[in-house]
Each structure stands twice: as C-alpha cells, then as structure tokens.
C-alpha cells in the first residue's frame, strides 16, 4: 500500500513503510499512514467544488514552510522615460537596477470540518434503511469535504488575518486594500457603468507592473450588467442562402448570449466569474468587483488536504476533514478591487 504526500507542488505516491521518514517534516509528529489519508486537491474540488468554488478550482498550488508563509517579490517598474545612452557610455551614466525582493507574507488557517456518524445509524444505512445511502460514514465524509471547500472559497475572499489563536489568512480583498493602493478604487457611490470600470482598470494599467487583471470575480448582478453593454455583445452573420453553412453556424450560438468576458478598450480580455461570496447588496459600500492576475495568486498549503479518523466521543464514527493553508499574492498592484457603488 502506498499514501500520497505532498512534496514541492505535487503528491507522490509513498510506500507505507517510508511514510513516516518522508511525511514528518510536513506533517505532526503524531501521524502516521495508519491514521492520515491525504486527499488530492484537484480530485476533490472535482467531485466535491461547484459553481461556488470558483477560485479553488483555478488557482495554482504550493507548499508553506511555516505556519507564516514567506515569499520574495518585487515591482521592478521602469518604462516612465527615455533610455537613451552615448556612444562608448561610461557605467556611472547607467541606471542601478539594484532592487532586493520584498518579504512577504501570510497566515496559515486551519479549516477543519467533523463528519460524526452514529454507530446505530450506520449500522441501519447498511442494512438498507437509509433511503439509499447505505454507507452514512461516506456519506457524511462527502459532506465534509465540500463544506470544507466552501470555508476555504470564503476566506480566501474575505479572512482578515489574525495571528493570534485561532489563526487567519488575509483574504485577497483585504490583501490588494493593504498593498495594491490605488487600485483599491472607490465608486464613490456611484451607479456601476462601463466608464466607473474602465477608470478603475486604468489605475491598474498605469502602475506600469508589467501584468494585467486576466479575470473579474463579480456579483451576479455586476455579470449581468456587463453583459449587457453594447460594445460587448457577440454578432453573428448566417448566409441563410447555404443552409448546411447556416445551421453550422446556429450551432455555435450559446443560449442567453451572455457575455464570459470583458474586452477593455486598449484590447485587453478579462475572463468574468460569478462568485456567489461577492453577493450584490443595496448598501453601496458592500458592493465589490475583484479583478485578479491569476497566475501570481496561489494556495500554500502547510497541511494539505486530508481526511484524518478521530478517536471516539462517544458510540460512533468520527472524521475530520481538514486542510491548513494560505493565500500568497504577489505583485500587488497587479490586482485590484472596485468598491462603493449601487447597481440596479
């Protein structure tokens, strides 16, 4: 038999008699291939995610050190003035590019949730009287797990970091609030409309980090409003003298024509995700749109997910389903949320 572990940014497959020599320099000293089962992640969110757990389903992953997870970053800048040198320069005339990593960092947060099973009640659903669950354990199990994923959906948007007891990660939107600046840009209370979007785009575009927002995260109000501006709208021409042609060509039509996607007037494409965790709310100042460069946003995982049987509390069974991790973000000012506005 063999477990998984998680090691750099994979799981590999580790015989039992090694588990205990590869997994203690990431796992309690109290935990062995008899007690723990590690979960691949990917696996769960696909049988456990849903619609609402959409950032776990597409942020990337790595491993924490430590219960705080340190990373180096920086913004490099440049391309605010001319370059322009003599012939046979000397050095002194150049530009120091000399900028040391920035140390950041974030909390790991334990998110556990116990699936409890009776012992008479699992004795009954396998006897078939469960209406056709005929392992509870499982069953519960299942449950766990996806209550798990959605905790961790929730605070990746919204934990507040507290280093105290119990721990929190700093959400992504307190994070870009803390470290993006301007990018954390107030509507003012203004009706959200395309020009209040593209302003606040533009503020990111001009900190100059070289990336750009890749995907918005939105109410499902904020999606439809997007959805409906003109200049976003898909057309579409059939030759209704070909009609083989033209009914390829309906077949292409997805109902509703909703828009997946925003294009920026200066050519960019922003994906557009409902997060059912960024709800629409008639006070303006609840009100947030998320914009994301995903591919400098993971999950560190200190404890990756697993499922671990507890001891008895009483005639039963017990499981806990658990996962200690944190959200690292780097560049900042390649993020940014929109904030403070109605939407009708």
């Known amino acids: 038999m063999a477990a998984k572990v998680w090691y750099g940014n994979q799981y590999f497959e580790v015989p039992d008699e090694k588990f205990e020599e590869v997994a203690k320099a990431i796992l309690p000293s109290d935990v062995t291939s008899a007690n723990l089962h590690l979960v691949d992640f990917d696996e769960a969110v696909?049988?456990?995610?849903?619609?609402?757990?959409?950032?776990?389903?597409?942020?990337?992953?790595?491993?924490?050190?430590?219960?705080?997870?340190?990373?180096?970053?920086k913004d490099i800048g440049g391309g605010t003035s001319v370059n322009a040198?003599?012939?046979?320069?000397?050095?002194?005339?150049?530009?120091?590019?000399?900028?040391?990593?920035?140390?950041?960092?974030?909390?790991?947060?334990?998110?556990?949730?116990?699936?409890?099973?009776?012992?008479?009640?699992?004795?009954?659903?396998?006897?078939?009287?469960?209406?056709?669950?005929?392992?509870?354990v499982q069953d519960q199990r299942d449950d766990a797990m996806t209550m798990t994923l959605k905790d961790l959906e929730y605070s990746l948007v919204h934990a507040v970091e507290n280093t105290g007891s119990p721990r929190q990660m700093e959400g992504l939107k307190k994070f870009i609030q803390d470290?993006?600046?301007?990018?954390?840009?107030?509507?003012?209370?203004?009706?959200?409309?395309?020009?209040?979007?593209?302003?606040?785009?533009?503020?990111?575009?001009?900190?100059?980090?070289?990336?750009?927002?890749?995907?918005?995260?939105c109410s499902g109000r904020i999606l439809k409003k997007i959805s409906s501006w003109t200049a976003n709208r898909v057309n579409f021409s059939v030759d209704i003298t070909r009609m083989d042609a033209a009914m390829s060509q309906l077949a292409s039509l997805g109902a509703g024509q909703a828009a997946g996607f925003y294009v920026t007037p200066d050519g960019h494409v922003l994906k557009l995700y409902y997060h059912p965790n960024i709800a629409h709310s008639g006070t303006a100042g609840n009100n947030f749109v998320m914009g994301l460069t995903e591919r400098l946003v993971r999950i560190a995982e200190l404890r990756p997910l697993q499922v671990i049987p507890s001891a008895k509390l009483t005639?039963?069974?017990y499981e806990v389903v658990l996962i200690e991790c944190t959200v690292e973000i780097k560049v900042p000012p390649a993020h940014g949320v929109l904030y403070n506005f109605s939407a009708s």
Not at 102 to 125: F, K, M, P, Y
Not at 186 to 203: K, P, Y
């Open 315 to 317: 005639d039963g069974f």
């Open 179 to 217: 470290n993006s600046g301007v990018n954390y840009y107030s509507g003012s209370g203004n009706a959200f409309d395309e020009d209040m979007l593209i302003s606040w785009l533009e503020t990111i575009r001009d900190r100059k980090t070289g990336y750009f927002p890749d995907a918005l995260y």
């Open 46 to 73: 696909t049988l456990y995610g849903s619609y609402e757990t959409p950032l776990i389903a597409r942020l990337a992953h790595k491993e924490s050190k430590g219960v705080t997870h340190y990373w180096g970053d």
């Open 85 to 136: 040198q003599a012939d046979n320069f000397t050095l002194t005339t150049l530009t120091e590019i000399d900028t040391l990593p920035d140390r950041r960092s974030n909390t790991c947060q334990i998110i556990a949730n116990l699936a409890a099973v009776g012992a008479s009640q699992q004795a009954e659903a396998q006897k078939g009287g469960m209406l056709g669950i005929d392992d509870l």
